[in-house]
């Protein structure tokens, strides 16, 4: 039996978080036995009782979990699709049963950011905080058009250079909004209406966990001690780590996290790993899911918008590697309890890049 009590205290706190996911201070088959179970664990009429008692009666119906429903291509929350009763669709994105959430009200406060510089993002009509063990948070957002860009291109792989110019030049708008602090948000200042990053330096959120992932990657014998020291020497107080005006960076910009019509983008989702930063971070981050040869068609688009990036590519190599040891530590945990083919293939390919990396430093 998890203890919850405990588990939240870790899981709410971001203040030593480079990516919540991977950095989130729980054991990995706590985190296999929280979410795994995450969409059976909440009824349907559980469900819309207490989310008709929230939005004082405005949601009419609510569908049962569709595991097959592009809304659930994420694996942190249960989403259900609902309808108002003046017609309009909204969903519901319902944190595990027992669990706190950290993030919506911040996670709110960046879509609004986005919806105010004109880029499209959802509404949010309603959030619930956690009560007890037996009640679970949820947040009512509203429906946007368009299916994620992944969708589109798997039935409409001819579109990928149009649709991967507009997520670069998506991207590079986002960056031009300026925000305060650097790394997650604190949700609590977000409840008072405050976006503020935990950090005051980009150096600091950078290297928020930078031990334990080393720690991690060095236990299981994919760096060596010698190679974690460089690491460590590397990153602990890098010149190029000295930025000033943060950014909002999205963090996980990823081609399910981009709704479309198959022309433009008609929608961002999934903002709950945004942080304060450095535009060259999204960069980085979006280039670990991919080839390498997509990376010339996103920056195309990216570039269209923003001008250049003082020492681009030296910041790309530095920050890509940090999320290259980010994503590994994450997968090396979840090997623990998941022995799928697919996380195998994840493994494979990231050790590719972090050797590729290493080599790059002569680490």
């Not at 971001?14 to 950095?23: G, I, K, L």
């Not at 659930?72 to 994105?93: A, C, F, Q, Y």
């Not at 040869?293 to 190599?317: A, C, N």
Request: aromatic fraction near 10%.
């Amino acid at each position: 039996m998890i203890d919850l009590t405990k588990i939240n205290k870790a899981i709410a706190d971001r203040s030593n978080v480079f990516y919540w996911q991977t950095d989130r201070d729980i054991e990995p088959l706590e985190a296999a036995e929280i979410w795994s179970d995450r969409h059976s664990a909440i009824k349907d009429d559980e469900l819309f009782e207490k989310v008709r008692e929230v939005t004082k009666g405005r949601v009419l119906s609510i569908d049962s979990y569709d595991k097959d429903s592009h809304t659930n291509l994420g694996n942190i929350n249960s989403v259900r699709l609902g309808k108002l009763h003046s017609g309009e669709e909204v969903i519901i994105r319902c944190h595990p049963k027992g669990v706190d959430n950290g993030y919506f009200y911040s996670e709110t406060l960046v879509a609004n950011k986005l919806l105010e510089h004109g880029l499209v993002s959802y509404e949010t009509y309603a959030i619930h905080d956690l009560e007890n063990e037996d009640d679970f948070a949820f947040q009512v957002i509203s429906k946007l058009q368009g299916v994620p860009v992944q969708t589109w291109l798997e039935k409409n792989p001819n579109d990928e250079k149009n649709l991967i110019h507009e997520v670069g030049a998506t991207m590079a708008k986002m960056h031009q909004i300026k925000v305060d602090g650097f790394g997650p948000f604190n949700n609590d200042e977000a409840k008072q209406g405050k976006l503020i990053g935990l950090h005051n330096t980009f150096t600091s959120a950078v290297n928020a966990s930078f031990d334990f992932n080393l720690d991690v990657l060095t236990r299981t014998k994919t760096i060596t001690e010698s190679q974690a020291q460089s690491l460590y020497e590397l990153f602990e107080d890098n010149p190029l780590l000295k930025f000033d005006q943060p950014v909002l960076v999205h963090n996980d910009f990823a081609d399910w996290n981009q709704l479309t019509d198959g022309k433009s983008i008609t929608g961002i989702i999934d903002l709950d790993e945004s942080v304060g930063g450095h535009p060259v971070s999204d960069i980085a981050c979006w280039s670990t899911f991919f080839d390498p040869s997509r990376l010339d068609l996103f920056l195309e688009g990216y570039f269209s918008v923003s001008p250049e990036i003082e020492h681009y590519q030296e910041l790309y190599e530095l920050l890509r590697l940090r999320y290259t040891i980010s994503k590994m530590t994450l997968r090396l945990r979840k090997s623990t309890w998941d022995s799928s083919d697919f996380l195998k293939e994840k493994i494979r390919v990231g050790k590719m890049h972090l050797s590729e990396s290493l080599k790059h430093y002569v680490i």
